[in-house]
T-cell receptor
Framework: EDKVVQSPLSLVVHEGDTVTLNCSYEVTNFRSLLWYKQEKKAPTFLFMLTSSGIEKKSGRLSSILDKKELFSILNITATQTGDSAVYLC??????????FGDGTTLTVKP | GAGVSQSPSNKVTEKGKDVELRCDPISGHTALYWYRQSLGQGLEFLIYFQGNSAPDKSGLPSDRFSAERTGGSVSTLTIQRTQQEDSAVYLCASSENYGYTFGSGTRLTVV
């Protein structure tokens, strides 16, 4: 059975702090790993990672994948209150199906 | 359409009643997924449609749950004889190559 473990489950920081969110996975027929941000209802897509060691960046967010050790990290630098959300990690298989982790709830205080 | 549309946005139903949840995916997206999310929990896979292939129903929790996708577009998730544990947000997503685009979900409350 596919498994995704995210840590920490929750995190409270102050604006300007840097955070690292972790995702480890065991997935059959792994194809890619996706990160999503969920604020109110629907998750929104952040990154797709397919190759090990290649960092993807978008503004203050960055992410990297290690396919040998089966994990990924999501970094957020200079956090802002608008970064408060649940961050979801979702490995995707060759069949196109994603298994989601339980998420990390990030709270950024002013 | 511009995004994935789900209806209704909220549904309150009595235990034992049947409900139908609708998803209208992004035009041209061949893949459509249903997930549900209970309060404070992660997303639980329910069912996956890809083109004309037989759907992957491996996540449906019981035979009270069924889904269909007509004409490769709109999908309906049906829950028969609803139970209180069915209360959750039901999310639909569509995809073309990678990355899902989610709808806003249907919040189902069974009382």
């Amino acid at each position: 059975e596919d498994k995704v473990v995210q840590s920490p489950l929750s995190l409270v920081v102050h604006e300007g702090d840097t955070v690292t969110l972790n995702c480890s996975y065991e997935v059959t027929n792994f194809r890619s790993l996706l990160w999503y941000k969920q604020e109110k209802k629907a998750p929104t897509f952040l990154f797709m990672l397919t190759s090990s060691g290649i960092e993807k960046k978008s503004g203050r967010l960055s992410s990297i994948l290690d396919k040998k050790e089966l994990f990924s990290i999501l970094n957020i630098t200079a956090t802002q209150t608008g970064d408060s959300a649940v961050y979801l990690c979702a490995p995707n298989t060759n069949a196109g199906k994603s298994t989601f982790g339980d998420g990390t709830t990030l709270t950024v205080k002013p | 359409g511009a995004g994935v549309s789900q209806s209704p946005s909220n549904k309150v139903t009595e235990k034992g009643k049947d409900v139908e949840l609708r998803c209208d995916p992004i035009s041209g997206h061949t893949a459509l997924y249903w997930y549900r999310q209970s309060l404070g929990q992660g997303l639980e896979f329910l069912i996956y449609f890809q083109g004309n292939s037989a759907p992957d129903k491996s996540g449906l929790p019981s035979d009270r749950f069924s889904a269909e996708r007509t004409g490769g577009s709109v999908s309906t998730l049906t829950i028969q004889r609803t139970q209180q544990e069915d209360s959750a947000v039901y999310l639909c997503a569509s995809s073309e190559n990678y990355g899902y685009t989610f709808g806003s979900g249907t919040r189902l409350t069974v009382v």
